[in-house]
């Protein structure tokens, strides 16, 4: 495989995306978007429904493609490569660049293979077992599952399973976790595992989660993107990024102030 | 509208706040009042009083901590909140301290007045000006306002400095005044107080409407600075 894109760096922006616009055919839903990300921090993205906070996280890891139709204007930089050139395989970024949706979606397969799998298929060559573990230790969910690892992953209560999808994204090394809403299906407990999770995996990996609970972004995030609909096209776009405690405190954006007071949204 | 019942509940909790205002202002009055025509009878009904303006300071505590933990605030609401929180304490302070000055007509007894009372209503008058002026400041989120009636401190401050000589006159005149010269002092004292403390309103007001918290302004302590010997608050 080339290797099109700089190994992990040490610059301060990991991601970073330059006037970027993502179109669904002839229906634009992003525009002109510029949002640094920062290397081992979490950084949420906010925002009303259908503003496009989803559309920008897939634009990430190039996630969008996949819908027939989809093109971009613009650049998404990783590791200051953009990510959109053709020399760039879109494999490569799937993998240093992981995903973690907001469903529970573990493979019909055993806790031990749903972690397994994908390394393997990566050309992992060392110890699978102790790859395994380490991934499980990671995820925080070693303890409640080390002597049930054959047993089938969608067994597992949801909070168990989000945790092995957090987990199975770790077993490729990724550089960048994405994560679409990674806690709305969960009880509140599970939410809070999966928020500390989040805080202990930011020393090795970079975070970007796109949440609609805002307490979340408060509690979880260092930095936060509000997104919203504007222009004549109505496509979404980040009208306000800043330290959390800035946004959750004393907004500048007047429309960020009203969606994190519950004014609208 | 999605935060009718919030917005009612903020309402109320600066309904609230500002009804311990007055109440802090009608004591703070009735306090030199009373002092003025040496009433111990209506000093004693402050110290009543002090106890009911204790009660609603934590009964507005208790508020903002339910719609902390029931609404989880953000931004302004946030702001707003905890501002209140820091704001009731003020004005609680406020009822101490004319609930101090009552203590002090009681504890003189029979004993008459050092002199007549002219700066010190002044003092009192002009401070519950400033207080009042400075709680429709933070009704209404008067930014203008909240920032020009801090520098009004110093007017409060130039009538202490006036009691204080005045005051010192008698004593060196007349060692034996001393007693009675220093109630009036602490008098004068928690009146100059009341004044440093609407300033800490007027910065939460501005905290609330701009997300800025600075010092407005320091005059207490150019006035500290000023004085011969090394007082202490």
């Known amino acids: ?33 510029n949002l640094p990300i920062h290397r081992h921090q979490i950084t949420a993205i906010i ?57 529970p979606n573990p493979f ?27 991934c499980l230790i990671q995820a925080a969910l070693w303890e409640e599952v080390k002597d049930k690892l054959k047993q089938s992953g969608l067994a597992l209560s949801g909070g168990q399973q989000q945790r092995l999808c957090i987990a199975r994204a770790l077993a490729v090394q990724p550089e960048v976790i994405l994560m679409d809403e990674p806690a709305s299906a969960l009880d509140p407990i599970a939410t809070l595992k999966i928020e500390e ?16 609970n805002m307490q979340q972004a408060a509690r979880v995030s260092d930095h ?22 800035v946004i959750f405190t004393s907004p500048e954006d007047k429309r960020t102030e009203d969606y994190v007071t519950g004014r609208f949204g | ?63 903002l901590m339910i719609l902390i933990a029931t609404q989880q605030p953000m931004a302004h609401d ?11 304490s003020e004005l609680e302070r406020m009822g101490d301290y004319a609930k101090g000055i009552a203590n002090i007509n009681i504890r003189m007894g029979d004993e008459p007045l050092l002199k007549p009372l002219i700066d010190i209503p002044r003092m009192a008058e002009k401070g519950v000006d400033m207080l009042h002026r400075a709680l429709t400041a933070f009704a209404n989120e008067d930014l203008e306002a909240a920032r020009a009636i801090p520098v009004e401190d110093d007017e409060v401050d130039a009538l202490y400095n006036q009691v204080y000589r005045e005051l010192m006159t008698f004593v060196i005149q007349d060692p034996k005044t001393i ?15 009341v004044a440093d403390r609407v300033t800490n309103i007027c910065e939460r007001t501005v905290f609330i409407a701009t997300g800025k918290m600075s010092e407005i302004k320091s005059t207490d302590d150019e006035f500290w600075k000023n004085q011969p010997s090394d007082h202490t608050k």
């Open chain 1, 47 to 103: 925002g009303p429904s259908g503003c496009g906070k989803s559309t920008l996280l897939r634009a990430f890891n190039r996630m969008n493609e996949l819908n027939p139709g989809t093109h971009i204007e613009g650049q998404v930089l990783f590791e200051s490569q953009n990510l959109y050139e053709a020399v760039v395989d879109p494999v490569e970024v799937r993998y240093r660049i992981g995903m973690v949706f907001q469903k």
């Open chain 1, 1 to 33: 495989m080339t290797q099109a894109i700089p190994a992990n760096g040490n610059s301060e922006y990991v991601l970073e995306t330059r006037e970027l616009g993502v179109f669904y055919g002839d229906f634009q839903a992003i525009t002109q978007v």
């Open chain 1, 224 to 245: 936060t993107a509000m997104m919203m609909l504007t222009g004549d096209r109505r496509a979404g776009t980040v009208i306000e990024f800043n330290d959390t405690k």
């Open chain 2, 1 to 63: 509208m999605l935060r009718k019942t919030f917005e009612t509940e903020l309402q109320q909790v600066k309904d609230n706040v500002l009804l311990l205002g007055s109440m802090a202002e009608q004591s703070i009055l009735d306090s030199v009042e009373a002092l003025k025509k040496r009433d111990i009878k209506a000093a004693r009904k402050i110290l009543v009083f002090d106890s009911e303006i204790n009660k609603k300071r934590f009964e507005i505590e208790n508020q």
């Open chain 1, 197 to 212: 999770l989040m805080r202990e995996l930011k020393q090795r990996y970079t975070i970007v989660i796109v949440t609609h």
């Open chain 2, 179 to 193: 007693e009675r010269a220093n109630w009036l002092l602490w008098v004068a004292h928690n009146l100059e107080r």
């Open chain 2, 78 to 88: 946030l702001r707003l909140l905890a501002s209140c929180m820091e704001i009731i």
């Open chain 1, 108 to 134: 019909p397969k055993s806790i031990y293979e749903n972690i397994a799998w994908g390394a393997r298929i990566h050309g992992f060559r060392g110890d699978l077992d102790a790859l395994v573990e380490s």
